[in-house]
């Protein structure tokens, strides 16, 4: 964990950061569960009733990306928020945690959820072919030698979009929670938040076992951090 604390800006930014290893056949699943790893948690169920939560949390704002960086995907969920010596509320800092925890490690996928993320993924690479430049880009990559690494495009491929299931969705996410995360936190950071943290990368540290909600199956953990 890196932490750069300062009291330059009135935010405190937060980036976690997963590494993947790079995988065409992982690429498509990786978007459709990017898509829907913010439409609804656990405990707020809608995108629209966790968007109003983070409003309450003093304007919070959380967003996921993804990047790739030679044979690697890095999967970068970022929060950001009023710094926490900024405002004068006791539950703040407890808010703002329960907020990141329930985004990073409490979703919910459901069929519902899985077909919007598909028709939001058909028709964003629908619009790329229909750019001309976009498309240049992606045929100039399919000339590139098949085993490098460039030449897989990050955006998904179409006819991988409906084979894609629920199961697939959840497979992805006990991976994500399996590999290592690291931190960056620039701002004000209370013991709170740092705690929590620093828990990602203690050694021997037993990394909860999460399920996410598929259907009716509720998830389940063996440890949590607070």
Known sequence: MKIIETKKFSDTCIS??????????????????????????QGYS???????????????????????????VVVDFRFRNI??????????EQKALSLIHEILFCPVFDEENLQEAKYILKNRLYRQYDDPDAYVVS?????????????????????????????????????????????YIVGICPSSIRSYFETFENEGFQKP?????VGNNYYHRESQTT
């Open 16 to 41: 976690v950061k997963t590494l993947f290893p790079l995988r065409e056949e992982m690429v498509t699943l990786m978007n459709i569960w990017v898509l829907m790893m913010r439409k609804k948690t």
């Open 46 to 72: 809608s995108q629209q009733i966790l968007t109003q939560e983070l409003s309450k949390a003093y304007g919070m704002q959380a967003s996921v990306r993804v990047s790739g960086y030679g044979n690697q």
């Open 83 to 92: 710094r926490f010596d900024l405002v004068d509320d006791v539950n703040y």
């Open 139 to 183: 045929e100039a990559m399919n000339c590139i030698e098949e085993d490098h690494s460039i030449r897989i495009s990050l955006q998904g491929k179409q006819e991988d979009i409906e084979t894609i299931t629920l199961e697939d969705v959840q497979a992805f996410f006990q991976e994500f929670v399996s590999l290592d995360k690291h931190t």
């Open 209 to 213: 076992n999460l399920q996410a909600l």
